[in-house]
């Protein structure tokens, strides 16, 4: 099936509170304009300098998710356009990418990435850290971004049981964050769910999925 009948077979089931990531990381920008020329605007990418060579080429409109692993010193060169990063997964990052939002008189969107997978390669906090930052004072000086809510990824496994454990964990997190008063914490979103999980992670409560080889089909890291 081409892009465009996976990508139409997806958002036609999708409820409405429920947003389509389109992971288009390792796709060539002819692939991301097939989504793109049926109407799709949200693609997220996990490499900061492929995300940054795919907007300097592709149209101004498209909202670029971040949703790798980001290490603190790349931050500058998606500051001027990322829509949303999905993994800050400490409080470091937090204050580099409020600095460089600051340079650029925006306010970026962040999601804190929870470890919810019983795997040691799988990054993010646990929800003791994010209540913490959620909470502290320190969070409400940094005035240029905004915690939108949690994300995280189940273990690479084909027990569903484990899987929905962990996103009913994630969901579960979400819900027992108390937001201080004016705070730049708009809890909304739960990002979770993938290729293989997004149904159930729906039924979980995901608000956003994050969705690659079911749209643009398997990628090949070898080239
Ligand atoms: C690659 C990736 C996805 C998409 O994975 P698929 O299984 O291809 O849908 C989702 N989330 C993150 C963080 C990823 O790195």
């Not at 997806?10 to 304009?33: C, E, G």
């Not at 995300?51 to 300097?56: G, N, P, Q, R």
Request: proline share 3%; aromatic share 6%; hydrophobic share 35%.
């Amino acid at each position: 099936m081409s892009i465009k009948e996976n990508l139409l077979n997806i958002t036609n089931t999708l409820p409405d509170h429920v947003t389509l990531v389109a992971v288009s990381k390792t796709k060539p920008v002819s692939d991301i304009m097939e989504a793109y020329n049926i109407g799709h605007r949200i693609f997220g990418e996990n490499k900061v300098q492929e995300m940054v060579e795919k907007y300097e080429e592709m149209p101004k409109d498209i909202e670029w998710h971040m949703i790798g692993h980001l290490q603190r010193n790349k931050v500058k060169y998606m500051a001027n356009f990322v829509s949303l990063i999905h993994g800050v997964d400490n409080f470091k990052l937090l204050k580099e990418i409020n600095k460089q939002a600051k340079k650029h008189d925006r306010i970026i969107d962040c999601l804190l990435q929870i470890k919810i997978a019983d795997e040691d390669s799988k990054f993010g906090m646990s929800p003791n850290e994010a209540q913490d930052i959620i909470q502290s004072k320190a969070l409400s000086e940094l005035q240029h971004v905004r915690i939108k809510g949690l994300m995280g990824m189940a273990t690479f496994t084909n027990n569903i049981h484990q899987i929905e454990r962990e996103f009913k964990m994630l969901k579960q997190t979400f819900d027992s964050l108390k937001p201080l008063e004016n705070s730049n914490f708009k809890p909304e979103t739960i990002s979770m769910g993938m290729s293989g999980d997004y149904q159930l992670a729906i039924d979980c409560g995901s608000t956003m999925i994050r969705v690659g080889s079911s749209i643009f089909g398997s990628r090949n890291y070898s080239n």
